[in-house]
């Protein structure tokens, strides 16, 4: 059973950034696409950014777009959001997902596996 485990979040003020990770139990996990989403109270779960299974296709949100960075090292299995210029608007849980696909994809119910979530809070 593949296990995602994200880190990284805490309380930072607007303007900080965050380095979230997002650690997988296989290898396998080299083979797709792998997405970050938030939720905020209240609200729906949202798509951040995704990056297919190479690296070499990568999207975000216009929300973040210019302030987030999404990579990964397949080697360790690992997937990583750069957050810059936070504002209090980002503050949310955010997930790491599996896609089932290679590329990424719009809809979440692509999306097959997922960590606990890690909590980002931006105040001052």
């Known amino acids: 059973q593949l296990q995602l485990v994200e880190s990284g979040g805490g309380l930072v003020q607007p303007g900080g950034s965050l380095r979230l990770s997002c650690v997988a139990s296989?290898?396998?996990?080299?083979?797709?696409?792998i997405g970050w989403f938030r939720q905020a109270p209240g609200k729906e779960r949202e798509r951040v950014s995704c990056?297919?299974?190479?690296?070499?296709?990568?999207n975000y949100a216009d929300s973040v777009k210019g302030r987030f960075t999404i990579s990964r090292d397949n080697a360790k299995n690992t997937v990583y959001l750069q957050m810059n210029s936070l504002k209090p608007e980002d503050t949310a849980v955010y997930y790491c997902?599996?896609?089932?696909?290679?590329?990424?994809?719009?809809?979440?119910?692509?999306?097959?596996?997922w960590g606990q979530g890690t909590q980002v809070t931006v105040s001052s």
């Open positions: 997902a599996k896609s089932r696909f290679r590329f990424c994809e719009v809809s979440i119910t692509n999306y097959d596996y």
């Open positions: 990056i297919s299974s190479t690296g070499g296709s990568k």
């Open positions: 296989a290898s396998t996990l080299g083979s797709h696409a």
